[in-house]
Structures are given as structure tokens and as C-alpha cells.
């Protein structure tokens, strides 16, 4: 005996198994490109806080050294801009970079005789700049206190005048012994 084939027919071609048609696509390409340039700005601003906060931190982390070898070695311990890069138009700029050095005649200059105690390179792209009456260099005593009160370290991207923009401000708080983040818009 012979079994039935159960079979369903094919179903005729149909217009909504061929995919998309090409305006289809220029259109869904064209709102997604709508919605990511929208979006550019955000994700430009997220990379810019990403990196003054990078730089803040390795601020955060030599002025804290600093700090503890003054303590450490019962020496008065001077953290100094390095001078000489071009971008650097302003005497307090940072950007060069700086060192730490036990500073022994607290001169805020590093003699000959002085040990160097760190060292770091330029910070491309960022004006760093310390805010006080010496804009140059801080230096802590062998109690741990910096010898001015209340400074404060800014960190901004590089940008066209009046540009907007955010940027960090590194309050030193009791004399250098604590350190608070700010947005730069804040006094200290």
C-alpha cells in the first residue's frame, strides 16, 4: 500500500521574503548616521574628562609622595615645575612637566647637591596650573605642610579660546596635607 505524501505546497514568491530594497537602506543608514553625529560631542567629552582625570591623578600621586618623603626624611621637599617647553606661555603652567627634589636651603631651586626624587615627563594637550603666590613650585616642610596656606593645581584640555568646556581643580586643603577634586568653575 501506498502511503500519501503530506506535502504542503510552496508558497508563491512574495515580496516580503526579499529583504531590503536600496532606499530602505539609505535610509536606515542616514538616521543612524543622524544619531551618531548627535552623539560625537558626548563621547568627545567623555574622552576629555578620561584624560584630566588621568592627569590629575598622577598630580594627585606626586604631591602625595612628595609629602611623605618630607615627612619620611625630616627635609623640606619641593615639587617644581619644569620650564622650557614651547606650549608653556604662562610662568605657572605645568604641561613641561615637573619634579620632586629634597629641597635642603629651601631655595625652591634644585642645586647641584640636591637629590631628585621624581621625575614627570610633559603632559601634552593640558594647561596645568598652580594658583597661589608662588606659581611654580610647592614645597613641603618636614611636618608634612606646604608653606602656603591654600593652592590649587587647575587641569584643562588645550582648546580654542572661548571654547567651552569642564576642567579639575586640585584643591590642597590644611596645608597640603589633604587633597580634594573640584570642577574648575569651584573655588577651592
Wanted: with cysteine; proline share 9%; glycine share 8%.
Amino acid at each position: 500500500m501506498k502511503q500519501p505524501t503530506t506535502s504542503l505546497p510552496t508558497p508563491p514568491f512574495s515580496p516580503a521574503s526579499r529583504g531590503l530594497s536600496l532606499i530602505e537602506t539609505m535610509v536606515a543608514v542616514a538616521i543612524l548616521g543622524g544619531l551618531l553625529a548627535m552623539a560625537a560631542p558626548s563621547f568627545a567629552r567623555i574622552g576629555e574628562r578620561y584624560r584630566v582625570s588621568g592627569v590629575q591623578q598622577d598630580l594627585e600621586n606626586s604631591l602625595h609622595a612628595a609629602r611623605v618623603e618630607a615627612i619620611n626624611r625630616n627635609r623640606a621637599v619641593t615639587v617644581r615645575r619644569i620650564a622650557g617647553c614651547p606650549e608653556a606661555t604662562d610662568p605657572g603652567d605645568w604641561r613641561c612637566g615637573w619634579e620632586s627634589f629634597i629641597d635642603r636651603n629651601r631655595n625652591h631651586q634644585r642645586d647641584p647637591d640636591e637629590p631628585p626624587l621624581s621625575h614627570h615627563e610633559a603632559i601634552p594637550g593640558h594647561r596645568i596650573l598652580l594658583e597661589g603666590p608662588n606659581r611654580d613650585s610647592l614645597t613641603y616642610s618636614p611636618l608634612g605642610r606646604t608653606e602656603v596656606a591654600l593652592q590649587s593645581l587647575t587641569i584643562v584640555p588645550d582648546r580654542p579660546a572661548g571654547a567651552p568646556g569642564s576642567g579639575q581643580r586640585l584643591c590642597l586643603l590644611y596645608g597640603g596635607t589633604r587633597l580634594q577634586v573640584i570642577d574648575i568653575r569651584q573655588a577651592c
